[in-house]
């Protein structure tokens, strides 16, 4: 729950919502980007970047090595698979 | 130190334990008054035994894990009243899966869905809003849970239920904040920490100069940590070199996602949907001030304990399980009788063996053969004393 997982936002879904289709290890998830987007970082420009998803909501961007060791760590902790089910599971739900 | 080979970069973990090594000895602490050191963050806890971080330390450093479980700090009669809301005939409650197990006096969530309760694991918030748009003929509670990292989260869903006018949708709300919890235990009478791991996370939302006083009026180290094995090494080094220099200073070991201000959206969130309830109990911590979050006036009526009339009546732990001092710090997990016995990750007896950031699940998945031979020493030593 605390420690989030890395993804790649891969698509803006609905800009007025803030929601953007994001890439977690090859699961796609709607995610909230409303805490990462301002007038310096518009919701258009999204695309490509790497986020911090906490719960379904993308709580910081990070760089690629940030997110690439951040997984790394999180694979190691067994976090992985538990996660990416529960993303998944959760809009089956 | 035959863990250090598992770091990613073995040669610079070992000069980091061999630097607070030779930091710890210019202390003149012993094993007997070693140096406490707690980390705050349930994901820390998870990160430390994992890694073996606490047998790399010298024995005169002491590493407390501190209340930053969600799950495991939810004490058991606000597990029970989550039971009764979900046994509400025509509701459907939604939780993360961490808390689905936590035991309540008359049994878990999962208890409750086994019996024909409409229990729904999710992952999101957001997943729960899209269960309350689908059942229009349901009540859908969210089990809402977690500090400022989360609580975010829960806020926007329901600033985004009120835009889109779901009114089948309720939030039983267990969010909690860091600062009261911090203060509460450098209180706490039983209790001396030297110094703090703080959350990464927490702080990605709440910013740093948020925690000053616990340098300004409590004159203790406090270092914002990633959870990288090296980072959680080398927050542990500027603790200790800290309090080798007499120093009691709020650095940001994290920057590389901490921002010095936080979360400026999450922040507004947060604030324009909750306020701070005047107490909130915690499991072994008892009753903190300004602990709890709770709607705001003009969002009551998303409030499940409006909506089912919750009167949260305080219920005692199971009286074999110890969880309350494993969450002050004062025994380890190994030192209760149950542990790994009656109480195990499968067959939890209490919460801190739920959640895998909970310390007694922690150290049964990663510690337990160590542990429980330093448990051995420790109870030779007792004899030799
Ligand atoms: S081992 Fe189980 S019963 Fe003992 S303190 Fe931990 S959670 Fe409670």
């Known amino acids: 729950m605390c420690l989030g997982i890395p993804g790649q936002i891969v698509e803006l879904v609905d800009e007025t919502k803030k929601l953007a289709l994001v890439s977690v290890g090859g699961v796609k998830r709607t995610v909230n980007v409303a805490c990462i987007v301002d007038d310096a970082h518009p919701a258009s420009g999204l695309v490509g970047t790497w986020v911090l998803v906490h719960v379904g909501f993308a709580m910081s961007r990070i760089d690629a090595a940030e997110a690439e060791k951040t997984l790394a760590l999180l694979e190691e902790l067994g976090e992985v698979q538990a996660e990416l089910q529960a993303m998944a599971d959760g809009e089956r739900a | ?385």
């Open chain 2, 1 to 385: 130190m035959k863990f250090v080979d598992e770091f990613r970069d073995p040669t610079h973990a070992a000069a980091l334990v061999r630097e607070i090594g030779e930091r710890v000895a210019t202390l003149g602490r012993s094993p007997s008054r070693p140096l406490k050191i707690m980390e705050v963050c349930g994901g820390h806890t998870h990160s430390i035994f994992k890694y073996g971080i606490e047998q790399m330390l010298p024995p005169s450093i002491e590493l407390v894990h501190g209340p930053g479980c969600p799950v495991c700090v939810l004490p058991v009669g606000r597990v029970d009243d989550a039971v009764k809301i979900a046994e509400t005939p025509g509701v459907l409650f939604a939780t993360y899966g961490d808390a689905i197990r936590v035991p309540g006096s008359r049994g878990s969530l999962l208890d409750a869905k086994a019996k024909g309760a409409d229990v729904r694991t999710v992952y999101s918030p957001l997943d729960s809003l899209a269960l309350a748009r689908k059942n229009p003929d349901k009540r859908v509670v969210f089990f809402g849970l977690g500090f400022e990292t989360t609580a975010p989260s829960t806020a926007l869903t329901v600033l985004e239920a009120e835009a889109s006018g779901v009114d089948n949708y309720f939030v039983f709300s267990n969010h909690i904040t860091i600062l009261p919890t911090i203060k509460a235990i450098l209180d706490a009478p039983d209790l001396s920490i030297d110094g703090f791991i703080g959350p990464g996370h927490v702080t990605m939302v709440i910013g740093v100069a948020a925690y000053g006083f616990i340098a300004d009026t409590y004159g203790k180290p406090f270092v914002i940590a990633g959870f990288e094995p090296l980072d959680v090494l080398q927050s542990l080094a500027m603790v200790v070199e800290q309090i080798a220099r007499g120093e009691a200073k709020i650095e940001n070991q994290y920057r590389r996602v901490v921002r010095e201000g936080g979360n400026a959206v999450a922040q507004d969130a947060i604030e324009r949907v909750f306020e701070l309830r005047p107490h909130f109990e915690w499991r072994g911590l008892g009753t903190i001030e300004h602990s709890g979050l709770t709607f705001r006036e003009p969002y009551a009526r998303f409030d499940a304990e409006k909506a089912f009339a919750i009167r949260t009546v305080p219920v005692a732990d199971p009286e074999q399980c110890q969880c309350g001092d494993v969450l002050k710090g004062v025994i380890k997990p190994w030192e209760c009788k149950v542990f790994g016995t009656a109480c195990t990750p499968a067959v939890p007896i209490g919460a801190c063996m739920v959640s895998s950031e909970g310390a007694c699940a922690a150290y049964y998945q990663y510690g337990r053969v160590s542990t429980s031979a330093r448990a051995e020493a420790r109870r030779e030593l007792k004899v030799v004393r």
